[in-house]
């Protein structure tokens, strides 16, 4: 079993900024490539940033410039730091990762979100 656990969500106001993190725990052989996902209200879950084994990023549109995605592999630890953040980066954030198990399987695990609010 795989567990994520996300943690830095908060209230903020606009042009503010927050550090996101995602703690992977469990029977862990290595975590592959692990992602951050928002939802807002009557919307549909979308990629926000992503990140692979060998460090290899991308973003969406809406954020690049203003969200940098990391990773600490020793920790099996996945951060998003979030500056210059708007009222439309409201929502909960997911982070996501695949993982290959110490018993050879591969998962793809989601954990349980964490609210941004951004609103002054």
């Known amino acids: 079993q795989v567990q994520l656990v996300e943690s830095g969500g908060g209230l903020v106001q606009p042009g503010g900024s927050l550090r996101l993190s995602c703690a992977a725990s469990g029977s862990i052989f290595r975590l592959n490539t692990v992602a951050w996902y928002r939802q807002a209200p009557g919307n549909q879950r979308e990629l926000v940033a992503g990140?692979?084994?060998?460090?290899?990023?991308n973003y969406a549109d809406s954020v690049k410039g203003r969200f940098t995605i990391s990773r600490d592999s020793a920790k099996n630890t996945a951060y998003l730091e979030m500056i210059s953040l708007k009222p439309e980066d409201t929502a909960v954030y997911y982070c996501?990762?695949?993982?290959?198990?110490?018993?050879?399987?591969?998962?793809?695990?989601w954990g349980q979100g964490t609210q941004v609010t951004v609103s002054s």
């Open positions: 990140i692979t084994s060998g460090g290899t990023t």
């Open positions: 996501n990762a695949n993982v290959q198990t110490i018993g050879g399987i591969t998962l793809n695990s």
